[in-house]
């Protein structure tokens, strides 16, 4: 088992940026493949950056390519969520979650953990 605490979201000016974390403790980080989702106000989670197994392999969603990137640190088992030239429409809550097998990294159900979420605002 694995618990998963976000950290890192707040208010910020369209075009400004915030760094997302995601600290894993429990069964050893390298069990698992990390990726971030996000739910804004009224809709479905929707899937951001997955890592492939491994972490050989970054996958982004359209919406976000360019603009974010996410990085791993094996040795703090924290993921991170760079968010560049933020936009309004990326106001959401955002969540890491992990998956303990070889799955559509893009499906909620594909998951086994997720974390409590940290609330990302931005303001025109």
């Known amino acids: 088992q694995v618990q998963l605490v976000e950290s890192g979201g707040g208010l910020v000016q369209a075009g400004g940026s915030l760094r997302l974390s995601c600290a894993a403790s429990?069964?050893?980080?390298?069990?698992?493949?990390m990726s971030w989702f996000r739910q804004a106000p009224g809709k479905e989670h929707e899937f951001v950056s997955a890592?492939?197994?491994?972490?050989?392999?970054?996958y982004y969603a359209d919406s976000v390519k360019g603009r974010f990137t996410a990085s791993r640190d094996n040795a703090k088992n924290t993921v991170y969520l760079q968010m560049n030239s933020l936009k309004p429409e990326d106001t959401a809550v955002y969540y890491c979650?992990?998956?303990?097998?070889?799955?559509?990294?893009?499906?909620?159900?594909?998951?086994?953990?997720w974390g409590q979420g940290t609330q990302v605002t931005v303001s025109t």
């Open positions: 429990g069964r050893s980080f390298n069990h698992y493949a």
């Open positions: 890592f492939s197994f491994g972490g050989a392999n970054t």
């Open positions: 979650a992990a998956r303990s097998r070889p799955s559509a990294y893009s499906l909620t159900g594909s998951y086994d953990y």
